[in-house]
């Protein structure tokens, strides 16, 4: 009866292992995606309103918890963002975290649900559908195909908004 038990015991812990890892082993291959974005785009900055376009680099590098830092520097602006990244056909989009993400849209996003997703959609569409409302505005992303990345920043000089528009491929 006690070797049973032991039995049953070791065969549970067993099975309980197997299913982490499993679905750890799947998380990571889901994202996979994030790993080949990463690493350092050259390209320019452009603005329309001052017709200016200036040399930039962005170095793209992968957090801890699956998000992208994104330091973008050149003689016109020097900043780093911390993003959230979603999958959308041979494009990954950007969107903004915590904090920065309440200040751009006025509302907080309920997070990333992997389990919301219906049937044909996208991470984009499923974050597009659980985090967002009607006129909420996106700036930037990936295109997979062409190994580029733009973003467009918001600037202000005096009381006017411009963009500074960020266009680079990977080196």
Not at 151 to 164: I, L, P, R, S
């Amino acid at each position: 009866m006690k070797k049973n038990k032991i039995i049953t015991v070791i065969i549970s812990a067993l099975f309980v292992l197997s299913i982490v890892s499993c679905s750890k082993d799947e998380t990571s291959n889901d994202r996979d995606y994030l790993d080949s974005i990463a690493g350092t785009y050259v390209g320019e900055f452009t603005t329309v309103q001052k017709t200016t376009e200036t040399i930039a680099t962005a170095n793209v590098t992968l957090t801890n918890n699956d998000q992208l830092q994104i330091h973008c520097y050149g003689e016109t602006l020097d900043t780093t963002i911390i993003m959230d990244a979603f999958q959308n056909s041979d494009s990954i989009m950007l969107c903004n975290t915590g904090e920065n993400f309440y200040n751009e849209y006025g509302h907080m996003g309920n997070g990333y649900h992997m389990m919301d997703m219906g049937m044909n959609q996208t991470e984009w569409m499923s974050h597009l559908q659980n985090d967002h409302q009607d006129g909420d505005e996106h700036y930037g992303g990936f295109n997979m195909q062409h190994h580029s990345f733009h973003y467009a920043f918001k600037m202000m000089e005096n009381d006017t908004v411009y963009m500074m528009e960020f266009n680079g491929i990977k080196q």
